[in-house]
């Protein structure tokens, strides 16, 4: 079936059993992101511990949201800014890529189950919802 | 019981009419095409009527001194005599905009253009009334509205069943109401609202109503004499019409004295350097080269619509969304939002399935060959009352019929399961 390649277990594994979901208590930055054509939204907190990336959200959405959130803070969790701004750009071009890049998987990891994603327009917005919430965030954490 | 009533249309005859239906979806999958509220289908005579015009007809309508734009003039201005009948208003109270969207906001403009001593304008301690089942484009507007003259924005709550709440109606249509905007069919419910006593009430304290038909025009017969109405708006691409033309009807004496919104070319009466005055109703509100295509494409549509009937339209609606009702009555997982009777509804069915988000269910169907809509469907503060972030539509019209009720069904028991064993 064509949708199993939007629907790759990786993905509805982390819709089921989301990592790091749930805010931290404090955070150095909150974001919070919403896509208007949906109603998804996500609540993003993020802090560096001795450089480090620590990140925690929460959200209401599809499985395609709340699974790429879920794998982007479990695959830059515990890396620096300096590290994940690769990985955050690897992850946009490939959405863009409309199927046509296969994504470095020595890059992207579990994320690399969304490139079937970019073959339906409608969903890449929701599978950047959390990527983009982290983005904004990192840029508030080193305007500080 | 659905099995006891009877379709008054052959969906599968109708969708002959109309040639999208002969493509296939992802790969060979049938078309069922579930999202008519948020825009139809169009038949070969609209097609052809919108094609034509350019075929053989095109020139500037009331401008040129030639051949052409006579006959460019009379295909507009027929329709306009069409959308007349079908409303069953006075010609010149029709005026076409590009769509609902605008005809609303040219009616909130022009409200704002009004000077004190004219009837439309607005102060603070005055009171601008919706609901919470708008469609944005009946809510957004009127918001601004309010902003800009410091009006107050009220509006009616809706109640358990997915009706307005209107045991208090005098204290929401206050004396100091001067506009109550209104959806005719609810976008996401399928609710259709009794105006009677809003009508009447609105008028008691001086008000005018305005009537977003958006979701009723093109389903069922409404006559604006007998609504009691004061203006009415719908898009012509929802009623098997083209794009990019919308109509705003108004009763005559308050058009007159209502300032125009958009100012240009053909909205004049005169012209001097300094000052202008302002043509008649309805060109007072046409300003510019209108979209006269699609004018004479919505003349066909309405055209197709009347053939076809719109009584039986909206009872061959009525049959498949009890159809549906029934169907998902036997799926525990199933919530449907909105009226669970027949009585006082469209063919809207607003829908969520347990652990489901309504953005998978509506990939899932798609795979099947099933549109649907899933979403806010614009209506952000209904979709938070109803406590959800987005909901699945199914939305019926003439073509569709019981099979795609059945794959609609189907469809999401197959979701289920894909989802869920998984
Ligand atoms: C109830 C209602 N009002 C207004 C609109 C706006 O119509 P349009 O986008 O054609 O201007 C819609 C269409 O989505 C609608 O369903």
Redesign the interface.
């Known amino acids: ?3 199993d390649s ?2 790759q ?1 990786v993905i ?1 594994d982390h819709y089921k059993r989301p990592e790091h979901k749930g805010l931290s208590e404090k955070s150095d930055v909150q974001v919070h992101h919403v896509n208007p ?5 996500i609540t993003l907190n993020l802090s560096l511990r001795d450089h480090l990336i620590d990140i925690s959200w929460d959200g ?6 709340m699974a790429s959130a879920s794998v982007m803070s479990s695959l830059l969790s515990g890396k620096t800014l300096e590290e994940a701004g690769p990985i955050l750009d690897s992850f946009v071009s490939l959405m863009q890529s409309k199927g046509t890049q296969t994504g470095d998987e020595e890059v992207l990891e579990d994320a690399l189950a969304f490139s079937g994603v970019s073959k ?1 327009p409608a ?1 890449i917005k ?1 599978a950047l919802l959390g990527w983009m919430a982290f983005k904004d965030a990192s840029v508030q954490i080193q305007g500080r | 019981m659905a099995s006891q009533i009877t379709m008054t249309l052959n969906g599968s005859l109708i969708r002959k009419d109309f040639p999208i239906f002969e493509r296939v979806i ?2 060979d999958m049938r078309l069922i095409y579930l999202d008519s509220g948020a825009t139809s289908q169009k038949p070969n005579s609209v097609i052809e009527a919108e094609a034509n015009f350019y075929r053989r007809n095109n020139a500037a309508v009331h401008r040129g001194a030639h051949q052409l734009a006579e006959e460019a003039t009379d295909a507009y201005e027929s329709a306009r005599f069409i959308v007349a009948d079908f409303l069953g208003g006075d010609v010149d109270e029709i005026i076409f905009t590009k769509s609902a969207t605008e005809s609303l906001n040219l009616l909130a403009y022009s409200f704002g253009n009004a000077d004190s001593g004219n009837r439309f304008h607005l102060k603070a301690g005055d009171r601008i009334v919706v609901s919470e089942m708008e469609h944005h484009a009946n809510l957004v507007p009127w918001q601004e509205l309010a902003k800009r003259t410091g009006a107050e924005l009220a509006w009616f709550s809706l109640n358990e069943f997915g009706r307005l709440d209107l045991s208090n109606i005098e204290s929401v249509i206050t004396v100091d109401t001067k506009v109550v905007a209104l959806t005719h069919q609810s976008n996401v419910l399928g609710t259709i609202n009794p105006l009677e006593a809003i009508v009447a009430r609105a008028h008691d304290v001086g008000a005018v109503v305005v009537l977003d038909a958006c979701q009723s025009v093109p389903h069922m017969k409404v006559d604006v004499e007998k609504l009691g109405v004061d203006f009415l708006a719908f898009s012509g691409h929802k009623s098997v019409g083209p794009t990019g033309v919308g109509v705003l009807w108004g009763r005559g004496e308050l058009l007159d004295e209502l300032p125009p919104f958009l100012f240009g070319g053909s909205m004049i009466e005169s012209v001097t350097m300094a000052h202008s005055t302002w043509a008649a109703v309805p060109r007072k509100f046409e300003a510019g080269v209108p979209n006269m295509a699609q004018v004479v494409g919505l003349g066909a549509a309405l055209n197709y619509l009347t053939t076809i009937g719109l009584d039986k339209i909206h009872d061959h609606e009525i049959a498949l969304t009890s159809r549906l009702l029934e169907g998902f009555e036997e799926n525990k997982d199933v919530q449907i939002f909105g009226p669970r009777g027949l009585d006082m509804r469209g063919g809207i069915v607003s829908f969520a399935v347990k652990d489901i ?4 269910m509506g ?2 169907l798609d ?1 099947q060959g099933i549109a649907v809509r ?3 469907h614009c209506a ?1 503060p209904l ?1 938070r009352k109803l406590g959800v ?2 909901t699945t539509r199914a939305s019926f019209y003439l073509y569709n019929d019981e099979t795609d009720v059945d794959a609609l069904i189907a469809g999401v028991a197959n979701a289920q399961e ?2 869920g064993s ?1």
């Open positions: 079936m064509q949708l939007l629907y277990e509805l054509n949906c109603g998804d939204e209401v959405g599809c499985s395609i949201s339906y969903r929701c | 992802r790969g988000h309504p953005h998978d990939q899932f795979s899933t979403g806010h952000w979709t972030n987005a894909y989802f998984r």
